[in-house]
Nanobody, 120 residues
Framework: VQLVESGGGLVQAGGSLRLSCAAS????????MGWYRQAPGEERELVAI???????NYADSVKDRFTISRDNDKNTVYLQMNSLKPEDTAVYYC???????????????WGQGTQVTVSS
């Protein structure tokens, strides 16, 4: 399984960005896709998860600001990020695995990461 992210960049506080992650390869085994992020000197943390059946889970810090969605026909997961804050600055990674988990270490597949920088 290969995951390719796009959509990162530089934005001012209060602005919006939309990340995309396209999956290819042996994707029939993938039920869960999600986004994690890692800021310098910090551990990788959960942002949002989306299962194939439509269940979602968000980190408390992004609830009501970020929305994860998924197009199963395109094998793509999206992260709409609104009301961005400087503390959202991080490298954002797409991740995928067969069954549900919110533990980063259990994910089998990762994208290369895309930088999101929010200026104050």
């Amino acid at each position: 399984v290969q995951l390719v992210e796009s959509g990162g960049g530089l934005v001012q506080a209060g602005g919006s960005l939309r990340l995309s992650c396209a999956a290819s390869g042996s994707i029939s085994s993938i039920n869960v896709m999600g986004w994690y992020r890692q800021a310098p000197g910090e551990e990788r943390e959960l942002v949002a998860i989306h299962t194939r059946t439509g269940s979602t889970n968000y980190a408390d810090s992004v609830k009501d600001r970020f929305t994860i969605s998924r197009d199963n026909d395109k094998n793509t997961v999206y992260l709409q990020m609104n009301s961005l804050k400087p503390e959202d600055t991080a490298v954002y990674y797409c991740a995928a695995r067969r069954s549900y988990s919110d533990i980063a270490g259990l994910y089998d597949y990762w994208g290369q990461g895309t930088q999101v920088t929010v200026s104050s």
